[in-house]
């Protein structure tokens, strides 16, 4: 990252974003979390995270109930984004226990101070009230608890305690937003662990199971559209405070979907499915470059079979060495 910054690493020299699939705190946490990292100075602007897209939700749902979930600080990132009524499936475990027979609290969180149950003293979730769209920020990390609500929850239109089948008339289709499809992710341990993506296919399981019918649903994040045309806009605003790129070229092209201002962007990753598959999709000026430490380890050949990726390298700072040589002759670059 040193070789993307001036030498005090306070300056960035390129616009530079962070696209990730992970989650679960604000993108000013995020960036703080990586400055720490990698010692420079990253701000909120330069990062994307798998929710982030679920802000222009807001818009047509801040004012309704949903259902949010996932590890971390979810609900209140849910709430800086603009959603003003939340409730969580532990909050929901709490108000009816009876719900989730085999589930025990082991947060340390315990349940919601008294008067301030969403189930209970707010009303979200009856018939006055129904959940209208559940949001899953993250990765869950009770699956018996987070199935077994959500299923709930879509069976019953929103209102709990009530499943309605399929072919009950006056049904309204429950929105389920999953803010990454990722199957498998790297960690510190050898092999791959199941993801967000993993859990998905879960829930859509069973509610196939349940109903013989398939789950409506919507994916966020890599490899899907939404995240990078994000950070297109944020790479481009970059590109005009850095003077690389007039005015006339930056956010505007980017939220009419026009990036021909970049000459390249790269798009270093190491999962095929999500980094390269989704740079790949995206075509010009997106160039994908594929990393050997993480999912991708290179075993089986010196690319990927399914996804292959326009460069392949071993690490990040092969990968920002072979943009920069790539790119020495352009106008500005663009790297991530």
């Not at 990927?304 to 920002?320: C, G």
Request: hydrophobic share 40%; aromatic share 8%.
């Amino acid at each position: 990252m040193q070789r993307l910054y001036t030498h005090q690493g306070m300056t960035q020299l390129y616009p530079i974003c962070f696209l990730t699939n992970g989650g679960g705190v604000t993108e000013a946490q995020k960036a703080q979390q990586l400055s720490d990292w990698l010692g420079v100075r990253i701000g909120e602007h330069q990062v994307v995270l798998s929710h982030t897209p679920f802000r222009s939700l807001a818009k047509s749902l801040g004012s309704k109930p949903v259902l949010v979930a996932g590890v971390g600080q979810v609900a209140h990132v849910a709430r800086e984004y603009g959603f003003k009524h939340i409730l969580t499936t532990a909050d929901i475990a709490h108000a009816l226990p009876k719900a989730v027979p085999f589930w025990r609290d082991s947060s340390g969180q315990g349940p919601p101070a008294p008067g301030e149950c969403p189930v209970m003293n707010l009303g979200l979730g009856s018939p006055k009230r129904p959940i209208e769209a559940i949001l899953v920020f993250k990765d869950p990390g009770d699956w018996y608890l987070d199935l077994q609500i959500m299923t709930d929850v879509i069976l019953g239109g929103g209102v709990l305690g009530r499943w309605k089948r399929p072919g009950d008339s006056n049904r309204v289709p429950m929105p389920i937003y999953f803010s990454n499809p990722d199957l498998l992710w790297a960690t510190d341990y050898p092999a791959p662990r199941f993801g967000q993506g993993a859990f998905a296919a879960a829930l859509r399981q069973l509610y196939q199971q349940t109903t013989g019918r398939e789950l409506e649903h919507h994916y966020y994040g890599k490899p899907n559209r939404a995240p990078y045309a994000l950070a297109e806009e944020l790479l481009l605003e970059q590109a005009v405070t850095l003077g690389q790129v007039p005015a006339s070229s930056g956010a505007g092209a980017a939220k009419s979907g026009d990036a021909s201002a970049f000459g390249a962007i790269y798009a270093v990753g190491d999962n095929p499915k999500a980094d390269i598959a989704g740079a790949n999709a995206q075509g010009r000026p997106w160039v994908s470059v594929l990393v050997r430490t993480g999912v991708f380890t290179g075993h089986e050949g010196h690319n990927d079979r399914e996804h292959p990726a326009d460069v392949v390298v071993d690490d990040v700072a092969d990968a920002v060495e072979a943009a920069l040589h790539r790119t020495r002759s352009s106008e500005w670059h663009s790297l991530r």
